[in-house]
């Protein structure tokens, strides 16, 4: 074997002989967090790949684990200079900007308002520009990692596939604002998938072979930093490789961990008053205090209210408060304390499994499925997931329901984002859809129907046309993976038009509503994104020539949009006559 080694300069690889081939794959998964974040890779074209959590980072040395804090932080002169993760910052740091990737999401009225916001308007960056900062390095900092673990030719010539994951409540905009995060990282070519079902990858590569049959539902509960999802699977197929398929639409929402640190924040501010709160935040006391609660009590709560947790503020000369236990800089922290912080919290995410849990016996009871007052288990995952009071509460809520908090939950998430992408690893099959999409289009006018609607008149046709919905996917229905829906278009064009009048533009509309309205209103549908398709290079013989109403010369253009289902996004393209041809862009406002 060593007489086929050749020591060559990686810049001249394209000359030099090698023993490695173009269809080595490796692939490498970022699970940005809100507070923490992670990358894994495993080289996928082995007989049984293994998946490795990079574990040694910039500020832990010494320490081996497989997140780092999600904290970036600039220097005051320079904006393009900075600080992340677990680096030494010396000045104040941006925390929860994951979370501003989607401003849409609803805060809870129990969470503080985040600074994050704020942070970014001092520095004058938009919210994907620090993204993209904070991806670039973790990702460059991973491969440098993985770069000392293999022959670095190998690494060269290796396909890489790069996958992110994406809270699956989040928007499509969002998700697009994610994957301009990455590019612009240089995380270039990257599949998304949702977060949640990255965790049911690890959970069920964890537990093969163990107890699992055809027809077994489950929930998963991924409680991370910032937001926490819920979705559920029935496995339909054990082998040659476990096939899942989604059951309801999955919902979520903000009651992250990271509310237990702005919460106890918020519990400090009451307890030394307003005063003495805007001086200590300045103190290294007090950033000191948060990591305390942070990595010491927030992980030990488990519950028991004669549990008594201390709470340190060095060098912060608080005023002595013995009634409220806080005495030479030291909040004793009572167990009651920690639940008032930790109860909202936990209400939501116990609000959010039972809504989850109660739609999959329904629908299951209603398809008269022979398994339809069952459920296996409660999958806790992320960060929050690990906690135990949470796992108390769910289980005291659910006392029929297994809740397992598998092994290793903490890496799960980025983990199961690489599993997603090996061969043999297990296959979701099909997801739900979790709202209405489709297109408004002039239709004619009918009077039971459209009765109080805008009426234009259509010069080509000589009658009255309406705005009418037509919804091509609709909130719960079953999408298989790569399955593709075709929206049909036409546009009339004037006789002597020019190419720049076929490049058109269509509104992909949303509705969140139970059931899908008839026609366009403000209160029921948003536009998703806008579609722009180019049709100018496509030959004009294909455009059938009519002569309207009004004695002008019109031709039709007939093209078809479609959406291909992907596991976090959908795909775009256009058709006409049956063949693909001409661009679509799809752009997020």
């Known amino acids: 074997?060593?007489?086929?080694?050749?020591?060559?300069?990686?810049?001249?690889?394209?000359?030099?002989?090698?023993?490695?081939?173009?269809?080595?794959?490796?692939?490498?998964?970022?699970?940005?967090?809100?507070?923490?974040?992670?990358?894994?890779?495993?080289?996928?074209?082995?007989?049984?790949?293994?998946?490795?959590?990079?574990?040694?980072?910039?500020?832990?040395?010494?320490?081996?684990?497989?997140?780092?804090?999600?904290?970036?932080?600039?220097?005051?002169?320079?904006?393009?200079?900075?600080?992340?993760?677990?680096?030494?910052?010396?000045?104040?740091?941006?925390?929860?900007?994951?979370?501003?990737?989607?401003?849409?999401?609803?805060?809870?009225?129990?969470?503080?308002?985040?600074?994050?916001?704020?942070?970014?308007?001092?520095?004058?960056?938009?919210?994907?520009?620090?993204?993209?900062?904070?991806?670039?390095?973790?990702?460059?900092?991973?491969?440098?990692?993985?770069?000392?673990?293999?022959?670095?030719?190998?690494?060269?010539?290796?396909?890489?596939?790069?996958?992110?994951?994406?809270?699956?409540?989040?928007?499509?905009?969002?998700?697009?604002?994610?994957?301009?995060?990455?590019?612009?990282?240089?995380?270039?070519?990257?599949?998304?998938?949702?977060?949640?079902?990255?965790?049911?990858?690890?959970?069920?590569?964890?537990?093969?072979?163990?107890?699992?049959?055809?027809?077994?539902?489950?929930?998963?509960?991924?409680?991370?930093?910032?937001?926490?999802?819920?979705?559920?699977?029935?496995?339909?197929?054990?082998?040659?490789?476990?096939?899942?398929?989604?059951?309801?639409?999955?919902?979520?929402?903000?009651?992250?961990?990271?509310?237990?640190?702005?919460?106890?924040?918020?519990?400090?501010?009451?307890?030394?008053?307003?005063?003495?709160?805007?001086?200590?935040?300045?103190?290294?006391?007090?950033?000191?205090?948060?990591?305390?609660?942070?990595?010491?009590?927030?992980?030990?709560?488990?519950?028991?209210?004669?549990?008594?947790?201390?709470?340190?503020?060095?060098?912060?000369?608080?005023?002595?408060?013995?009634?409220?236990?806080?005495?030479?800089?030291?909040?004793?922290?009572?167990?009651?304390?920690?639940?008032?912080?930790?109860?909202?919290?936990i209400a939501d995410i116990e609000r959010l499994v039972d809504e989850q849990v109660n739609l999959v016996l329904v629908k299951r009871l209603n398809e008269g499925h022979p398994k339809a007052n069952e459920i296996k288990a409660i999958f806790l995952v992320g960060g929050f997931g690990s906690s135990e009071y949470l796992k108390a509460c769910l289980e005291t809520n659910h006392s029929h329901i297994q809740v397992i908090q598998p092994y290793g939950a903490w890496a799960a998430i980025v983990k199961g984002a690489v599993l997603s992408q090996l061969p043999q690893e297990t296959l979701i099959v099909s997801n739900q859809a979790t709202r209405h999409y489709g297109v408004n289009a002039l239709s004619a006018f009918e009077q039971f129907r459209d009765a109080g609607q805008v009426k234009i008149f259509d010069p080509i046709l000589g009658r009255d046309r309406i705005h009418l919905m037509t919804w091509y996917i609709l909130c719960g229905e079953d999408l298989l993976r790569e399955q593709v829906i075709k929206f049909p278009f036409y546009r009339s064009l004037r006789e002597g038009f020019a190419n720049s009048e076929l490049i058109f533009k269509d509104e992909l509309i949303q509705s969140e509503s139970k059931t899908p309205p008839v026609h366009p209103a403000a209160s029921t549908t948003k536009v998703n994104c806008v579609l722009t398709a180019d049709l100018s290079t496509v030959d004009r013989s294909h455009l059938q020539r009519v002569v309207g109403q009004d004695g002008n010369i019109y031709f039709d253009v007939h093209y078809d949009l479609l959406i291909t289902i992907k596991p976090a996004m959908m795909k775009f393209s256009l058709e006409v006559t049956g063949k693909e041809m001409g661009t679509v862009m799809a752009k997020y406002d």
């Open 1 to 345: 074997m060593a007489d086929n080694l050749f020591i060559v300069d990686p810049d001249d690889l394209s000359s030099a002989p090698s023993i490695y081939h173009s269809r080595e794959q490796l692939v490498v998964a970022l699970d940005f967090g809100t507070t923490y974040s992670g990358i894994a890779y495993a080289f996928a074209n082995v007989p049984k790949p293994e998946v490795i959590s990079i574990m040694d980072w910039p500020g832990l040395e010494g320490f081996a684990q497989p997140k780092v804090p999600t904290i970036i932080c600039y220097n005051n002169d320079d904006n393009s200079d900075f600080t992340w993760g677990a680096q030494k910052h010396t000045n104040d740091f941006v925390q929860g900007v994951k979370l501003l990737l989607d401003p849409d999401q609803t805060r809870p009225l129990y969470l503080p308002e985040s600074t994050a916001k704020a942070d970014l308007k001092r520095l004058g960056k938009p919210a994907v520009e620090v993204a993209a900062d904070y991806m670039g390095a973790i990702f460059k900092h991973a491969m440098k990692k993985i770069e000392t673990s293999i022959p670095s030719e190998y690494l060269q010539i290796c396909q890489k596939q790069f996958v992110l994951t994406v809270p699956a409540v989040w928007s499509d905009k969002a998700k697009d604002t994610t994957l301009k995060a990455a590019k612009r990282a240089g995380i270039h070519p990257v599949a998304l998938i949702k977060e949640p079902e990255a965790a049911a990858m690890y959970t069920l590569h964890m537990l093969q072979d163990k107890a699992l049959n055809v027809g077994d539902a489950f929930v998963i509960c991924d409680a991370g930093g910032g937001t926490v999802d819920l979705i559920s699977y029935e496995i339909t197929q054990l082998s040659p490789r476990l096939e899942l398929k989604e059951l309801v639409p999955g919902k979520g929402g903000m009651a992250g961990s990271l509310g237990l640190n702005k919460r106890f924040e918020q519990a400090v501010k009451d307890l030394v008053g307003e005063d003495q709160y805007f001086s200590l935040r300045k103190t290294k006391g007090f950033e000191q205090a948060v990591q305390q609660f942070d990595r010491s009590v927030k992980t030990a709560f488990r519950g028991d209210l004669d549990e008594d947790y201390y709470i340190n503020f060095p060098m912060a000369n608080l005023d002595d408060d013995p009634v409220n236990n806080l005495v030479s800089n030291c909040w004793n922290m009572k167990g009651n304390d920690v639940r008032e912080i930790f109860d909202p919290l």
